[in-house]
């Protein structure tokens, strides 16, 4: 089993920069073959994909909505998946999470997350 946890959001000015953390635990060789993601959820909407590391073919995707503004990575021997956000918006307000991701690419990625972590919350605003 696979324990996530993200953490480093906070309070930031519109076009500021903020960098995610996700440390794993459990089943470390697991997380590391499997494709990982970013995931938030602004207060009152659902779930919305941000954007995933494939393991199988070293790709990363992103949304249309952050895509040129967040960049996700992965350092596998420390176990960990990254989002570097810059250019942040008000938009961009929300608790973010990672996830394992048992999504598929066919033209483009189409995510699909298993386990969730606890979440970070981000916050843009003046």
């Known amino acids: 089993d696979v324990q996530l946890q993200a953490y480093g959001g906070g309070l930031v000015q519109p076009g500021g920069s903020l960098r995610l953390t996700c440390a794993a635990s459990g089943s470390i060789l697991s997380v590391n073959v499997m494709s990982m993601g970013w995931y938030r959820q602004a207060p009152g909407k659902g779930p919305e994909w941000v954007s995933s590391s494939n393991s199988g073919r070293g790709t990363t995707y992103s949304a249309d909505s952050v895509k040129g503004r967040f960049t996700i990575s992965r350092d596998t021997a420390k176990n960990t998946l990254y989002l570097q956000m810059d250019s942040l918006k008000a938009e961009d307000t929300a608790v973010y999470y990672c996830?394992?991701?048992?999504?598929?690419?066919?033209?483009?990625?189409?995510?699909?997350?298993?386990?969730w972590g606890q979440g970070t919350l981000v916050t843009v605003s003046s």
């Open positions: 996830a394992t991701d048992q999504g598929y690419y066919s033209g483009k990625w189409y995510p699909c997350y298993g386990s």
